[in-house]
Nanobody, 123 residues
Framework: QVQLVESGGGLVQAGGSLRLSCAAS????????MGWFRQAPGEEREFVAR????????NYADSVKGRFTISRDNAKNTVYLQMNSLKPEDTAVYYC????????????????WGQGTQVTVSS
């Protein structure tokens, strides 16, 4: 079992930055590929970014490419999402996710979800 707890959400003006953190406990963190997803009101949950288990290879949704950066610190059992140049359309609840592989994250085959953290970007 893996428990994921997100933090770092909040209210920010357009053009600003936030850094989300996701602390993992339970099974060995480095065994899991990690990802971030988001869900805006009235919309389906969508993929944002993913990072591999040990290679650190990353992948992003086109809508955030060049603005968001996913990283992980296996010593701290934590994955991060640095969000720069935020736009009002980035407003959503952001969820941390763990899966057996980076491919599984990409396919939405998630083993564990966090509870979510709200990000609101004002215009």
């Amino acid at each position: 079992q893996v428990q994921l707890v997100e933090s770092g959400g909040g209210l920010v003006q357009a053009g600003g930055s936030l850094r989300l953190s996701c602390a993992a406990s339970g099974r060995t963190f480095s065994n899991n590929a990690m990802g971030w997803f988001r869900q805006a009101p009235g919309e389906e949950r969508e993929f944002v970014a993913r990072i591999g288990r040990s290679t650190g290879i990353t992948n992003y949704a086109d809508s955030v490419k060049g603005r968001f950066t996913i990283s992980r610190d296996n010593a701290k059992n934590t994955v991060y999402l640095q969000m720069n140049s935020l736009k009002p359309e980035d407003t959503a609840v952001y969820y941390c996710a763990a899966a057996s592989s980076s491919l599984a994250v990409a396919g939405g085959l998630i083993d564990y979800w966090g509870q979510g953290t709200q990000v609101t970007v004002s215009s």
